[in-house]
């Protein structure tokens, strides 16, 4: 299941940028983190394969959505011009954008890449 996230659970849950500049991941689990917009149509044709993935990875990596709209300051930490964008957040390293809908086996490319894990 994805979660939506608001700032604070953003700043508890995967990175606090008020208090540190450096990314320091605090998750438990590697991240995938779709911005989005309720009005943004490659966005809802994404979220279905995000629920897809969420259930095939279930335990194994966390997936949040942020609306856009609501949480524009997240959006402005993280420069985000287009929509939809995700962010992986790998446990060790540093976090990737990748932008667009992409397909359902790019993703899980991105994710077996970047976040180590596979299903």
């Known amino acids: 299941m994805t979660i939506n996230l608001t700032k604070e659970a953003f700043l508890e849950k995967v990175f606090n940028f ?26 809802k044709a994404l979220a279905p394969i995000l629920e897809i993935l ?4 279930d335990g194994k990596i966390d997936i949040y959505k ?7 300051e997240l959006s402005a930490a993280f420069g985000i011009r287009s ?3 995700m962010l992986f957040c790998p446990l060790e390293g540093q976090p990737q954008m990748a932008n667009g809908a992409l397909p359902r086996a790019e993703i899980e490319r991105i994710i077996a890449d970047v976040l180590k894990v596979t299903k």
């Open 54 to 57: 969420s259930k095939d990875y």
């Open 83 to 85: 929509i939809p964008s």
């Open 18 to 43: 008020e208090e540190s500049q450096e990314w320091k991941f605090k998750g438990n689990r590697p991240a995938l983190i779709d911005f989005y917009a309720d009005w943004c149509g490659p966005c």
């Open 66 to 72: 942020i609306d856009t709209e609501a949480e524009q």
